[in-house]
């Protein structure tokens, strides 16, 4: 018998995709977003949790999908990994599916990891009822954190916060 994963489920322009649960740290609806000077395109800014400043993903833009004004229906879904955090802005959140590992493909001719889209490096695709839903790598996301353009313009809004 093989392993089972969790998946959360989210959705953007219509499409499903899915984090690994593990990475999945809590859901809150959208709320302003403090822009940040000089960020990276994929950022939208930085939000305040509790006294924690972190940035927010704009995962329209990373995806390479269309853009839309941030909207209370919205929601941010924080994510964690090795003590450090991000937020990214979904337009829905759906339920956790559990799935036997097997169900779990690479994309592409024999389901070899043939997908090269920057955003997508190395996700994979799973199907739940008929749909294909993508599941993104985390890694690639904290990878992106560790940009120095985004380093400098996180902690420039760090400060800006902390003045304002």
Request: net charge negative; glycine share 4%; charged share 25%.
């Amino acid at each position: 018998m093989g392993n089972n994963s969790a998946f959360f489920l989210f959705t953007l322009v219509d499409r499903q995709y899915a984090l690994e649960l593990d990475v999945v740290e809590r859901v809150l609806h959208a709320a302003e977003i403090t822009p940040v000077d000089n960020a990276p395109a994929y950022v939208a800014g930085l939000i305040n949790i509790g006294g924690e400043i972190l940035p927010v993903i704009d995962t329209r833009h990373l995806f390479n999908l269309q853009h839309k004004e941030l909207d209370l229906s919205d929601k941010f879904i924080i994510i964690s990994r090795n003590k450090r955090k991000v937020v990214l802005l979904v337009d829905t959140v759906h339920d956790v599916t559990v799935l036997q590992d097997n169900a779990v493909r690479w994309p592409g001719p024999g389901n070899s990891h043939a997908y090269d889209d920057t955003a997508l490096k190395t996700a994979r695709v799973l199907r739940v009822s008929d749909d294909i839903v993508v599941i993104h790598d985390v890694e690639h996301l904290f990878d992106l954190q560790k940009n120095q353009d985004l380093a400098v313009a996180l902690q420039a809004g760090d400060e800006a916060l902390e003045e304002g």
